[in-house]
Every structure is written in C-alpha cells, then in structure tokens.
C-alpha cells in the first residue's frame, strides 16, 4: 500500500509552496488507487485523475468542494 499526501492545507491562504493545495490523498493498492477527500481548490482536476473511486470523510469545503462538478467515478461520503 502507498500513500501520497497531494494536499494538506485546510481552508486557509498556503503558508509556503509545499502548503499549497487542500486536503486530498491517494491510496494506492496494486491496481486501486482511491483519493481521500477533495478540498475546493482541486475543482475542475479531479477530471484528470485516474481514481477508482474517491472518499470524502465530511463536507466542509476544504474536504468536498472540489467535487462541486462531479467526479469521474464513485464517490462515497456520508
């Protein structure tokens, strides 16, 4: 199992370049890969990845609103 951090800023300006996107990671496994919530600056590249399915764990914007246009695959969430 691999685990990438692709973001890990909450709902606030990036204090350094390294903080620049929103929640999100992907777990991969084998050939699965699921993402882990979509923060709101992910809205409109959620398209581009190839996710078997995405996890948002709740619904504040830091977490979902990437997910405002729809996702490109399954999308569990509470």
């Known amino acids: 199992m691999k685990l990438t951090f692709l973001g890990t800023r909450a709902n606030i300006d990036a204090g350094t370049q390294r903080h620049g996107k929103q929640s999100s990671m992907k777990v991969s496994y084998y050939d699965t890969e699921v993402i882990i919530d979509c923060g709101e600056d992910w809205l409109g590249r959620v398209s581009g990845w190839k996710a078997d399915a995405i996890v948002v764990t709740h619904a504040h914007p830091d977490h979902a609103f ?13």
């Open 66 to 78: 990437g997910l405002k246009e729809g996702a490109p695959c399954p999308v569990f969430a509470t």
